[in-house]
């Protein structure tokens, strides 16, 4: 406790939107609506940008401005948007997962967190609580988000396991290291929007070739074929 | 420094240009064309670097030394060659109506694209663009994988995206640890992911972070390299795109993405301080090539028995960095670029004979040398070569690989030996029927141009008889950067 007194208030509240965004990646976890995930995927790509800008004001590094705003027209509106825009397009909007296995998914995902806590106590004696804590919180939102790809057997819910993977990269560049140089961000943005894109592309194939989007079906190539 | 942008120029534009005109039958040739010219600017740095040593570009965006050098050479020659053979090949996939209009100019764009970002990747001296380059990559081969639209690659395309897009976001995990490790010891922020600004301070950072994103690094470009387990979408995503896009996909790509790995080590390894980074290497790379030499045995389509045997070649190439030393280096780096050479031309020859057979089912294809000669003394000549018969490079460079692990780890030779016989045996229990016996009566031969396959496959035995001079004296320059220590004695 006294270890959280001696941060400054706006390090308290980036550890607070560090745990928003955690909580995202539960959210995601338990919600079997397709409609439903890619809401609470663009809320934490919204929490992703308020971070962004509140490191930005903390440690005066301007050019963090621009990549908030960034974040927010890119992870916070347009993927989303055309995620949802991919769902009704593909007659999706009351398409549920199946409940099965909610309750072990969800402790598995706690169990990830854990397992991140673990990874990264070696970098605990590179800085404070601080850092600690922001580096194992997005090593979870990487792993949660693949667990979220395992689970799910739709198209959809796949790609925003994917993106949200792409999320707890970018909330670890910003936090542990005040982002990384513009040309990158904007190579990696670049990379994410087309992959967003072709995301979309790949859906309409799969659609036209096997008429569902039930990834589980996807399966005539393996090595035990007749 | 004109000739390094040169290389980096020709590409983007030609992919710009045949993106809006690549439906047109002369684009077939603007293709060899740009790609040939690629490959004359690459030579020239080559020459550059060959003649003046490393060169770093003005804003340090670029570097160049003995190591990447011989690798965009390879890259845009095997680029040009297969640019050759894709013309006829894809013209022929016309005519049979696999591909329209549009898709061939989205084939032929990103063919060129693809070339880029391999090309970037290998030239950029920023470890963050190395990681944009390598992600553009996948993303502009993953439209080409499900070019023919059959359920089959659209399913490849789909297990190569997600495999690989979660594989390398690993990478970029490791990435921006690296990058933490170094802001506190680089203090230009702009500088702490130039590879050369980070390869000068390796030995003051912090060791446990470089050892954690090490591990991420490797699991994320390890994905890339196929490295097993997470080699799933290298046979799919060869077996069912256009052939040329195998040809690239496992001479160039696969190369690449080990350059990222080995690019990563030379940094790490001063940091740690242990061999941490060699031995993961060595697990993984022998792992991979003991499971791919028994998968092997039980392949029925022609690509992916050799997509297979790609999996083996690279597992080799990360056990030989690993195992580390001057012998084991030269081994690796020899090993790439016979292996580059050899897999890209056997993909060329079996897209013929894929061709000839009209399917690509081993059981269906028979009697190629009657066919053939050719195409059918083609794939036996290249695949003895692959499986390491004597007078071929391949020999050379695994019987170094198989000296220095001797050396060092003598206990894991005779797994190295057993592995390369089941392989051989794999290999020839399906080559055999395949090349000889009697000639199916609906088999015809095809319009094949046979040439690049001929040039390559010589250039595998020239390695193998006689390396050139100037070509040892520059691996040895790049085991010099690599393993701290030259072969032949020759300096750097």
């Excluded at chain 1, 960034?70 to 991919?86: A, C, D, N, Q, V």
Aim: proline share 4%; net charge positive; charged share 10%.
């Amino acid at each position: 406790m006294n270890a959280l007194q001696g941060l400054d208030l706006t390090r308290q509240l980036i550890l607070l939107l560090a745990a928003l965004v955690l909580f995202s990646s539960f959210a995601m976890l338990a919600q079997s609506r397709l409609v439903g995930l890619v809401r609470v995927f663009a809320w934490q790509g919204v929490l992703l940008a308020v971070t962004t800008g509140l490191v930005a004001y903390a440690s005066g590094h301007t050019h963090l401005y621009a990549s908030a705003v960034l974040t927010f027209f890119l992870k916070g509106l347009l993927i989303p948007w055309i995620l949802h825009r991919m769902v009704l397009r593909l007659g999706l909007e009351s398409a549920r997962e199946s409940d099965a296995y909610r309750t072990p998914v969800q402790l598995a995902g706690a169990g990830l967190v854990v397992f991140s806590y673990y990874v990264a106590l070696p970098v605990v004696q590179l800085s404070a609580l601080f850092t600690r804590n922001t580096i194992a919180v997005s090593l979870a939102v990487v792993l949660l988000g693949m667990l979220l790809m395992i689970s799910r057997h739709k198209a959809v819910s796949q790609v925003v396991g994917f993106m949200s993977i792409e999320n707890g990269l970018f909330f670890a560049a910003v936090v542990a290291t005040y982002g990384m140089p513009m040309v990158v961000e904007l190579g990696v943005a670049f990379d994410v929007l087309v992959a967003a894109i072709l995301f979309g592309v790949v859906f309409l194939q799969i659609r036209a070739s096997i008429d569902t989007l039930d990834v589980d079906r996807l399966n005539r190539l393996s090595e035990s074929e007749p | 420094m004109i000739a390094v942008y040169l290389t980096l120029a020709l590409p983007l534009a030609g992919a710009l240009w045949l993106g809006a005109f690549g439906h047109r039958r002369s684009a077939g040739w603007v293709n060899v064309a740009v790609s040939g010219a690629t490959f004359g600017a690459s030579a020239a740095v080559a020459a550059d670097v060959l003649r003046g040593g490393p060169l770093l570009s003005g804003g340090r965006m670029f570097y160049i030394d003995a190591f990447n050098v011989y690798l965009v050479a390879l890259t845009a020659f095997v680029g040009f060659t297969t640019a050759i053979f894709s013309r006829p090949y894809m013209v022929h996939e016309v005519e049979a109506g696999r591909v329209n209009a549009r898709r061939m100019r989205l084939y032929h764009s990103m063919y060129q694209g693809f070339l880029f970002t391999m090309l970037l990747a290998l030239s950029t001296n920023n470890l963050g663009i190395l990681w944009v380059a390598m992600e553009g990559a996948t993303l502009a081969t993953v439209l080409l994988v499900s070019l023919y639209r059959t359920p089959e690659s659209v399913e490849a395309a789909w297990k190569y995206f997600i495999l690989c897009g979660v594989g390398i976001a690993q990478a970029l995990f490791g990435t921006v640890l690296l990058y933490f490790a170094a802001a506190r010891v680089i203090h230009a922020r702009d500088e702490a992911l130039l590879w050369t600004s980070l390869h000068a301070a390796a030995p003051g950072l912090e060791p446990a972070v470089v050892g954690l994103a090490f591990v991420f690094l490797l699991v994320g470009y390890g994905t890339k390299v196929g490295l097993v387990p997470l080699h799933n979408w290298l046979p799919d995503a060869h077996s069912e795109g256009p052939t040329p896009m195998s040809a690239i996909l496992s001479g160039l790509l696969l190369n690449v993405a080990l350059y990222a790995v080995v690019r990563v080590k030379m940094i790490v390894d001063p940091a740690l301080g242990t061999p941490l980074a060699g031995r993961l290497m060595m697990g993984f790379g022998m792992l991979s090539f003991l499971v791919a030499v028994l998968f092997l045995h039980r392949q029925r389509d022609i690509k992916r028995l050799y997509s297979y045997s790609s999996i083996e070649h690279m597992g080799l190439m990360t056990f030989a960095f690993g195992v580390g030393g001057p012998l084991a280096t030269f081994g690796a780096l020899l090993h790439m670029t016979v292996h580059s050479l050899t897999k890209s031309s056997i993909f060329v020859t079996a897209g013929h004979a894929a061709h000839i057979a009209g399917t690509q089912r081993i059981e269906q294809i028979r009697g190629l040398i009657r066919t053939q000669p050719a195409v059918g003394w083609g794939l036996l000549l290249g695949t003895a070569a692959i499986a390491g018969f004597p007078p071929f490079g391949v020999f050379t460079s695994e019987f170094l690989v198989l000296s220095a692990t001797m050396k060092a780890w003598p206990w894991l030779t005779p797994l190295l030996l057993i592995g390369l016989g089941v392989a051989f045996g794999g290999l020839f229990r399906h080559l055999h029927p395949m090349v000889y016996g009697e000639r199916p009566d609906s088999q015809s031969a095809v319009a094949a141009n046979m040439l690049p396959v001929a040039v390559q496959l010589a250039l595998v035995l020239w390695l193998g008889l006689a390396i050139p001079g100037f070509l040892a004296h520059w691996f040895d320059q790049a085991t010099h950067l690599i393993a701290g220590a030259t072969l032949l004695g020759g300096g750097s």
